[in-house]
Each structure stands twice: as C-alpha cells, then as structure tokens.
C-alpha cells in the first residue's frame, strides 16, 4: 500500500523553489548573502548572540571539537541513546567517546551516572535532547563547572525546545542544529552552530572555510588572502540557505503543529494496553516534539517487527530513535570492547520502542487514523 501517513516529509513550498531559482538565477552560489540572512534570521529565533551556518550537523560538532584542540588521550561524555554522529564527532578529533546511560524515563541521559565517568581525560559532555526532549541543563552545568569540562548541546531535534524558558543551544557552551529533511525545517542539508562566546564564534567561522583570513567580500583584490589555520570546507551553500531563509519562517507553526498532533496522538494512545508513551514537557522543560515514542511491554515487545509492518502495510509510516544504543554498534564495540549490558534503560528504548509520526505535514485526523490503526493491530496480536 502507498504511504498515506510517512513518518516524515519535508514542507518545500512555492517560497522555497522561489529562492532556490533567485540563488540559481545569480552568480553567487556560496560566501553570499543568503547564508549570512539565515544565520541572522536563525540567531533571532533562538535569541543566540552568534549563529554559524555549517554543511550538517555533524561538520558543526566535529568544528567544534576540533577548534577545541580534542585529540587522542582526551575523553568526551557521550549519551549512550543517540545518533551515532553525536559519538563520530568526537571519534574523528582522536578522542574518546565514554558512553552514559539513558535515564529510564525521558531517554535524556542519566545525569546521576555522568560524575562517576569522569576522569582527569574528560573534556566535554555532549548533551542530546532526545527527540526534542531538553535535558536539565542546571544540573549539567553543575557537574560542568565543577570538572571545568566544555559543554556541547546536540540539538539536532531540539529547534524551539526550551529550559526555563531558554532556547536549547543556549545554556551550554555551543548548541549545534540540523536541517536533514525530515527535522523541524530543513534546508535540504545543513546545519547551525549558536552560541554566547564571540571568541569562539570567530574561530568556527574561520576554520568552517579552511582558515582563510578573509571572506571573498573582504577580499581588495580577487582571489588574494592567507591561510592563518587548518580548517575544513563546511561551509553552508546559498542554495541551502536560501531554503533555510524560507522555512525558519515557518518554523514556529511548524512547532506548534507537532505539540498539537503530539497531545492528540499521546491521549488516543492512553487507553491502548501494552505500551507507554515517552513523556515531552514538564513545566521547566518544553519539548519540541520531533515524533512520539512508544514502549512496548510485555508481549508486544516480540512483536515490534510485525507491528511496523502492520503499520506500512496500512500506509502508516513509523521508525526507530535509535536503532541500536551506540555502545552496540559494530564500530564502536569492536573497537572499545564496550559491555552492551552496562546502558539498559538505552538498550531497552532502543530494542523495546516505535517512533510514531507527529510533523506539520499531518494534522489531528492523522493522529487518530494511527492510534485507531495501532488499537486494531495490538487487540489482534494479543487476541
């Protein structure tokens, strides 16, 4: 059956190819305005005093750990429930990536296991707000100024999600976005880079263009500048920007369709035997609802596989957040002979959970169509 209901879609409307043909249409494919608009436009929605535009999210961690100077011997704290570019980011400076738990009930990491994993080698935590769920960013601050470690917000999910009213990003030392087609909005691919620190602002401008001194406006003669540092190519095109111009426009109604459809959803879902819904919000900690998860108990957790494909087979699209806690994922447990069984709570969101779909491009009649379809597909396993 075609997919009626996809777990996500991105929203490119007549603004978006509008833009695109405009960059197309100029001689200025990257180092141009448009990049520069959206990074402005990108800090005034979360009130950050510097915004860095970046290829991915992942270029935008890996600049950051490495404008750091993170190499081999230096450990970072790693939430074991992540995307594994959360853990590649620190992998690629040479570093160390020491792997915590998730907490039971949110899927955040577990703050009470963080202390106990540091060592005179740790130099980071990297924080994710799983599937848009903030982290209580007062208490890893706490353990942060207490070890004078640098603090790294994953945010990949977090666009509009707020801690005491402050938008993710903010309360760490650097808070880093994506803009992958199914997120929040997108810009095709991309990424940003917000923080309060203008000196470090600098530097991930600098290196994100191969630590060349000047940019092509500042440039008195084409083609004339130095080379003052290593750098990278990740920088964000003006194509990408273009859309992310477009979208961040629609950003905040993008946010507000997914609390919407998120309640509607996790209510029709209360009264279903056999699963619990991840929680999102609780007073201080406003999420941004990238999707809904479900755990599965009991006998349905055996069950999964035939329920997401019961699911496809009704048009309804469903997922994984994640897929494997990374501990577990070839890579990492060939190379550091990590003990699977040391992150249950990550094992069991990770082996026991289905990512239901929650984004502006479905509304309320959508959710109930999946909770009724989920209702029928539970009653005539456990029948």
Same mark, same amino acid.
Request: aromatic share 4%; hydrophobic share 50%; glycine share 6%.
């Given at each position: 059956m075609?997919?009626?209901?996809p777990f996500g879609a991105p929203i490119i409307e007549e603004d978006e190819r509008a833009a695109v043909a405009d960059v197309l249409a100029g001689p200025i494919l990257v180092h141009g305005p448009r990049a520069t608009q959206f990074e402005d436009d990108f800090a005034a929605f979360t009130k950050a005093p510097h915004a860095i535009s970046v290829s991915s999210c992942t270029a935008g961690m890996h600049l950051t750990y490495f404008a750091l100077g993170l190499g081999a011997g230096d450990e970072v704290i790693v939430p074991a429930q992540t995307h594994i570019a959360t853990a590649h980011a620190v992998e690629l400076t040479g570093a160390k990536? $020491?792997?915590v738990d998730a907490d039971a009930v949110s899927g955040n990491i577990d703050l009470d296991a963080i202390e106990a994993m540091v060592t005179p080698n740790t130099k980071a935590i990297a924080i994710v707000h799983f599937l848009g769920v903030p982290v209580d960013m007062a208490r890893i601050n706490k353990i942060a100024k207490r070890y004078g470690l640098f603090v790294l917000e994953d945010c990949a999910l977090s666009p509009g999600a707020t801690v005491d009213g402050v938008h993710t990003g903010l309360q760490g030392?650097?808070?880093v976005f994506s803009f992958y087609p199914v997120k929040h909005m997108t810009t095709a691919e991309g990424?940003?880079?917000?923080?309060?620190?203008? $000196?470090l602002a600098d530097k991930l401008r600098l290196i994100k263009a191969f630590g060349v001194d000047r940019t092509h406006g500042e440039r008195k003669q084409p083609g004339v500048y130095d080379t003052v540092a290593l750098g990278f190519n990740y920088?964000?095109?003006?194509?990408h920007?273009?859309?992310g111009v477009e979208q961040i426009k629609k950003l905040q109604g993008f946010i507000d369709t997914r609390a919407e459809n998120f309640g509607v959803l996790s209510k029709e879902l209360s009264s279903i035997d056999g699963l619990s819904v991840l929680p999102a919000s609780d007073g201080r900690l406003q999420a941004s609802h990238y999707c809904l998860s479900v755990i599965l108990q009991d006998e349905l957790i055996s069950q999964r596989a035939r329920i997401m494909d019961q699911l496809k087979e009704r048009g309804i699209g469903s997922s994984i957040y994640y897929p494997q806690p990374v501990p577990r994922m070839t890579y990492y447990k060939n190379k550091y002979d990590y003990d699977a069984d040391a992150y249950p709570n990550a094992v069991r969101i990770s082996?026991?959970?289905i990512a239901l779909p929650v984004g502006p491009h479905l509304d309320t009649g959508h959710m109930q169509t999946i909770a009724e379809n989920l209702r029928d597909i539970i009653t005539g396993i456990s029948s």
């Open positions: 075609a997919m009626t209901i990536p $020491v792997f030392d650097v808070g990424g940003m880079v917000i923080t309060k620190d203008k $000196v920088r964000m095109s003006e194509l920007a273009a859309i082996d026991h959970s």
